[in-house]
Nanobody, 118 residues
């Protein structure tokens, strides 16, 4: 399994920006499907964005046009650039990884808190 450590969360006003980082060890992210999920208080965890081993990306409709997932293979790090933040983006953001041939993400980071004030 790959070990994942998130950073970059914090408190920001609505309309502001944050960039989350997910540093990976134990495996190269270029051979993994990587994703960001988030969980708001009292809600189920939801998928925010994915970047496949081949580099293709997907973003949830709720963040499309505002968030961008990317990776730096040399640094073995995945990023989530979050712009035009809204109070409903508040939650704990988790980085996750899986092999391309399995369905479920099986490696998770500890999460980083993002709080957007109105």
């Amino acid at each position: 399994q790959v070990q994942l450590v998130e950073s970059g969360g914090g408190l920001v006003q609505a309309g502001g920006s944050l960039r989350l980082s997910c540093a990976a060890s134990g495996s190269r992210i270029s051979i993994k499907d990587m994703a960001w999920h988030r969980q708001a208080p009292g809600k189920q965890r939801e998928l925010v964005a994915t970047i496949a081993s081949g580099g293709s990306t997907l973003h949830a409709d709720s963040v499309k046009g505002r968030f961008t997932i990317s990776r730096d293979s040399a640094k073995n790090t995945v990023y989530l650039q979050m712009n035009s933040l809204r109070p409903e983006d508040t939650g704990v953001y988790y980085c996750a990884a899986k092999s391309p041939w399995v369905q479920r993400y099986d490696s998770w980071g500890q999460g980083t808190q993002v709080t957007v004030s109105s």
